[in-house]
């Protein structure tokens, strides 16, 4: 009998994974079940139960995936010195969510897949303890590239590091919401926008 090669388990588990998020993408986690995800793959149940047992380990799987993925794209970003302005930062990390594509599925598909795990959060204590590593890990950075910002005489030292890093998330969060829900947000729209508030100048009382 061959051998089975790791690289040929990798490919199957992503195809199991893709076809999975494009069923969730397009009818939710809770209208999809495991035979549409089975028809979806075109893989028998016991194909697809030898890398995940049920519904719920593909969840998080994909959530895991997701999770990971924002935070490690915005890590990479930040390595580099200088440091990148937000307008910058964000479009580079955004892009890799607004344009991402779920083989076989449209350009909305993955910011909706990513708008359905964190709804999911809300039931699921695994998935939320997950995402809430996730963003405190993402308020760390963002917290130290503050502090470089201000390093480089770039933003005031009178807000805290941690409240500015949670409202650069939270833009990073509503950019995907909005592609998830309207389909019209772009990474272009993202650094104008930011940009435009970054030339921003408070006038003092006269």
């Known amino acids: 009998m061959a051998r089975v090669t790791q690289e040929h388990l990798d490919a199957r588990r992503r195809q199991i994974l893709d076809g999975a998020a494009r069923c969730f993408a397009r009818n939710g986690f809770h209208a999809t079940s495991m035979q549409d995800v ?79 795990v964190w709804s999911e959060t809300l039931r699921d204590e695994r998935l939320a303890e997950t995402l809430e590593r996730g963003f ?42 909005q592609q998830a829900l309207f389909g019209d947000m772009s990474v272009g729209i993202l650094e104008d926008g930011v940009r435009g508030l970054m030339s921003m100048h408070t006038q003092s009382p006269s």
């Open 38 to 116: 089975l028809t979806e793959v075109g893989l028998s149940a016991g194909a697809v139960y030898r890398y995940f047992r049920g519904k719920d380990e593909l969840i998080a799987a994909i959530a895991d995936e997701a999770f990971a993925g924002i935070r490690g794209a915005f890590e990479d970003a930040s390595r580099a010195t200088p440091p990148p302005t937000p307008d910058v930062l964000l479009g580079e990390v955004l892009r890799l969510f607004l344009e991402e594509r779920i083989p076989g599925a449209d350009r909305q598909a993955f910011p909706r897949l990513i708008l359905q």
């Open 136 to 177: 405190t890990a993402m308020r760390e950075v963002w917290a130290r590239l503050v502090v470089a910002y201000r390093e480089n005489g770039l933003m005031a030292a009178d807000v805290s590091a941690d409240h500015m890093a949670r409202i650069l998330i939270a833009i990073a969060q509503g950019c995907i919401a």
